[in-house]
Each structure stands twice: as structure tokens, then as C-alpha cells.
């Protein structure tokens, strides 16, 4: 099959290993719809309060995600990017190349979704990493069940943790700790200056997220780097922090079951 020109570009951010995932096509007598999405960065900011109340839970969105559902090529590239939720920095990342590419005829049922990201800093630089990519690929075999192979490598450093040696096995858990810049609230809960507080959680290398939608379909999210932890609001309350770097993603319907995945170690 051939390799569409946006695919190629894709392919040309990432080692030659990445290029060379296994990729058999079989003839379907009716294609399976795989839907595929790739993006920089997802997740959540909550602040609960003394007793366990949401104050506010902002969901930072999708962003550089690029779409293709049954068929086509999408692109989406992005120079550079920040987000601050209450005055907490929460990302900054540059130089964005998102890529999904997928056929969806009896001949070709394939799609595959990858993720450039040039840098990120994570909470102020407690967590970043440099040179991040990650390839998926979506394949359906002969009994017309889903197979996905995913590759990632990045750089991996920053202020708040110890990344282990390469290879990384796919779901390691490294504890992350650290200060970071959080809002001074006065008895009320308002805003009135910025003060620090100290990080604790982890990051999860090479994650998988699995999840069955309503509608019966299937979800498989690999996420490069998982930071989950919280920090004190200086009242009782907390900054709870969700946040998945490097998300290439896969949906097909619920009448096809995964048959495999394979995530390749982190490089």
C-alpha cells in the first residue's frame, strides 16, 4: 500500500524504527470505519475545596489535534503554545506536527496517527521533554479484528523527576515532586497574589487508556507521558492536575473486538 505524502511527512520527524512497524492489510469484505486522532497535549485542572467540593474543573481541550475519520489525511502544525489555569503555568510547548492518515475500502483498512512535539515543559518545568514522537498504527487481520502497534521516543528531563534509562518499559510509574507558582487566596477563596505550593505525583511513560463509549465503540488513547498528581491551595482545598502528552488515539465500532496491542518501549 501506498504511503500518502502527508504520512511521509510524518514519518520524516521520526527515527527509521518508527517507519518500520508492522503493517499487514487484509482484504475485508466490509471495511471496518477506523476513526484516528493525534495531539500535543489533553487533560484536566481541578480545584476542590477543604471538603472535597469542585470549585472549578477546567478542561484544557485537545490542542493540534488532528482528525480522520474512514478515510482521507489531516495535518495540524502549531509553532508554539501556553496555557495558564488560575495563574499556575500549566504547559508551554513549540514546533507541533500532528498527522492522521487511514483507507477504509476492502483493499486497504488501515489507519495510523502520529504525534511531533519539538519541546514541552510541564508545571513550570517539573516535567519536559524534547524531540517527542510517537506513532500509531490501527490494522484490521484477517478475522476482521483491530490491531495496534504503537512507537514513541522523546528526550525526557525536568526539575521534578528521574526519568529511568532507556528503553522505558510501557507503563512505568516515576514519582514527580516539586514547587510550583499557585494563587495567595485570601479566607474567601479569592485571588489576591501568587504564592508557591509543592507538587507530588507521577508521570506514567508510554500510557494506555482504554474506554468503551456509549454507543458501544472502542478507545484506545497511548499517551507518551501521563502526569497525574495535586498541589495545596493554602486553605484545605487542592490543584488536582490531569495531563497526557503525545496522544496518538483510535476509534472503531463495538462489533469488532481488539485483538491485539503492541506498545513498543519508550526510545
Known amino acids: 500500500m501506498a504511503i500518502s505524502r502527508r504520512m511521509r511527512g510524518a514519518l520524516r520527524y521520526a527515527p527509521l524504527w ?45 490542542l493540534a489535534q488532528s482528525t480522520t ?10 509553532a508554539s503554545a501556553s496555557k495558564a489555569v488560575a495563574s499556575i503555568p500549566i504547559y508551554t510547548v513549540s514546533t507541533v506536527d500532528d498527522l492522521t492518515d487511514a483507507c477504509d475500502t476492502t483493499t486497504c483498512d488501515m489507519a495510523h496517527a502520529t504525534v511531533n512535539v519539538g519541546q514541552i ?6 516535567v519536559t521533554a524534547a524531540n517527542t514522537h510517537d506513532t500509531m498504527t490501527a490494522t484490521v487481520n484477517s478475522s476482521g479484528a483491530i490491531v ?25 510509574q516515576v514519582p514527580v515532586s516539586g514547587t510550583i507558582p499557585v494563587p495567595l487566596l ?15 505525583g507521577t508521570t506514567t511513560i ?29 486553605l484545605g482545598g487542592v490543584y488536582q492536575f490531569d495531563l497526557k502528552v503525545a496522544g496518538p488515539d483510535a476509534v472503531w465500532p463495538g462489533n469488532r473486538p481488539l485483538n491485539n496491542f503492541n506498545d513498543l518501549p519508550l526510545l
Open 18 to 62: 518508527l517507519a518500520m512497524l508492522p503493517c499487514a492489510v487484509w482484504a475485508q469484505s466490509t471495511p471496518v470505519p477506523l476513526s484516528v486522532e493525534s495531539d500535543a497535549i489533553a487533560g484536566t485542572v481541578t480545584h476542590r475545596s477543604l471538603l472535597g467540593v469542585i470549585v472549578e474543573t477546567y478542561n484544557l481541550g485537545a
Open 69 to 78: 475519520n474512514g478515510s482521507g489525511s489531516d495535518e495540524v502544525t502549531l
Open 121 to 126: 515543559s510541564l508545571l513550570n518545568g517539573l
Open 148 to 172: 495496534l502497534t504503537n512507537a514513541a521516543s522523546s528526550t525526557l528531563a525536568g526539575a521534578g523527576w528521574t526519568p529511568p534509562a532507556k528503553p522505558i518499559a510501557s507503563g512505568t
Open 186 to 200: 485570601d479566607l474567601l477563596g479569592i485571588p489576591i497574589g501568587m504564592t508557591t505550593a509543592t507538587f507530588s
Open 206 to 234: 508510554n500510557d494506555v487508556i482504554q474506554t468503551t463509549h456509549s454507543d458501544g465503540s472502542h478507545d484506545v488513547d497511548f499517551v507518551v507521558l501521563h502526569l497525574v498528581g495535586s498541589a495545596p491551595d493554602g
